[in-house]
């Protein structure tokens, strides 16, 4: 592809994800009690662990600070209300389903090691780490877990 080519498909993508990227934000819903970003049309009103995460990357590029930042905590927020007591934390959340569950007395999935580092990001662009002190013990138990 030549560079002239290159830049039109450039421009083309990223005037689409400016137009629609609002699309992929969510409000409260069931037991999502929090703002939340789906990963893609695809996944309707489900909030997954890493999928996300790897969206908020992406719109970091893309839209505002403050257009974001609320979807973002309210990802981190739905996931810490929906902690286990033995400190696990589900993979993926819909209005009506938390998981994992267990399967013939096996814990399936859990929640990836990124809860963290959604945290601390968020922050660290807000200049702020204040409003994750109601948080601390349940940063341990997943850790613990």
Not at 6 to 27: C, G, M, P, Q, T
Not at 83 to 104: H, L, N, W
Request: hydrophobic letters at 35%; aromatic letters at 18%; a neutral charge.
């Amino acid at each position: 592809m030549d560079k002239q080519s290159f830049n039109n498909y450039e421009k083309l993508i990223n005037s689409y994800a400016k137009k629609h990227y609002v699309d992929l934000f969510r409000e409260p819903d069931g037991i999502l009690k929090y703002k939340f970003i789906v990963p893609g049309s695809g996944y309707s009103n489900s909030l997954w662990d890493w999928d996300s995460w790897f969206i908020e990357q992406a719109l970091e590029h893309i839209c505002d600070d403050s257009d974001i930042i609320e979807y973002e905590k309210g990802c981190l927020f739905n996931f810490i209300h929906h902690q286990f007591a033995d400190g696990r934390i589900p993979i993926f959340i819909t209005p009506k389903v938390c998981r994992p569950e267990f399967k013939d007395g096996e814990k399936s999935n859990l929640h990836k090691p990124i809860l963290a580092q959604r945290a601390l990001y968020i922050s660290k662009k807000i200049g702020d780490f204040t409003w994750l002190k109601p948080y601390v013990n349940s940063f341990l138990r997943f850790i613990q877990y």
